[in-house]
T-cell receptor
Framework: DAGVIQSPRHEVTEMGQEVTLRCKPI?????LFWYRQTMMRGLELLIY????????DSGMPEDRFSAKMPNASFSTLKIQPSEPRDSAVYFC??????????FGQGTRLTVV | DQQVKQNSPSLSVQEGRISILNCDYT??????FLWYKKYPAEGPTFLIS?????DKNEDGRFTVFLNKSAKHLSLHIVPSQPGDSAVYFC????????????FGTGTRLQVFP
């Protein structure tokens, strides 16, 4: 398996634009997580899905952030409108019925 | 409110010596703990874990110690190697909710020759 696949690897966008980050979890995994990494807060859990259903979105910072998982092999994290303070590395991870999660390589988002 | 804390943002150790990375947690519901290693431009990778029924787990050069009364865990790497240079994240979860990992802010380890 190729592991968790995230796209794009890098994204530079202007403030106010919509940004969509994509994730393909490991085949067969039933949980998917979106994390944001910043210098100040480390890895923050934004939202996680179990069997395609959002379980906990308490980490989503604002209504500007939304996530979907239309099927077991795909998820998106959308920011609309984006702001400079959203600049960070966003990680997607997946797992199967256990606490150990496997991470993608991340998307580095820069909002100017 | 940071439930998992890594108070040392960086650590520098000479090759061959022991590296000790520390982690504290505040939520007494946490009963499963993990360490992840992260290289630049890569996602974190799982390193070692421990459940609250144990106080020590060893895997090769890596040992994790858990002190439940102090809500403290540590990762020991011995002997340290230059390839161990990375950011190490401590993470915790409650077995009643094993899907949700809470991470610390990370400690950057540099092992110099």
């Amino acid at each position: 398996d190729a592991g968790v696949i995230q796209s794009p690897r890098h994204e530079v966008t202007e403030m106010g634009q919509e940004v969509t980050l994509r994730c393909k979890p490991i085949s067969g995994h039933n949980s998917l997580f979106w994390y944001r990494q910043t210098m100040m807060r480390g890895l923050e859990l934004l939202i996680y899905f179990n069997n395609n259903v959002p379980i906990d979105d308490s980490g989503m910072p604002e209504d500007r952030f939304s996530a979907k998982m239309p099927n077991a092999s795909f998820s998106t994290l959308k920011i609309q409108p984006s702001e400079p303070r959203d600049s960070a590395v966003y990680f997607c991870a997946s797992s199967l019925d256990e606490a150990e999660a496997f991470f993608g390589q991340g998307t580095r988002l820069t909002v100017v | 409110d940071q439930q998992v804390k890594q108070n040392s943002p960086s650590l520098s150790v000479q090759e061959g010596r022991i590296s000790i990375l520390n982690c504290d947690y505040t939520n007494s519901m946490f009963d499963y703990f993990l360490w992840y290693k992260k290289y630049p431009a890569e996602g974190p990778t799982f390193l070692i874990s421990i459940s609250s029924i144990k106080d020590k787990n060893e895997d090769g050069r890596f040992t994790v110690f858990l002190n439940k009364s102090a809500k403290h865990l540590s990762l020991h790497i011995v002997p340290s190697q230059p390839g161990d240079s990375a950011v190490y994240f401590c993470a915790a979860s409650a077995l009643s909710n094993t899907d949700k990992l809470i991470f610390g802010t990370g400690t950057r380890l540099q092992v110099f020759p």
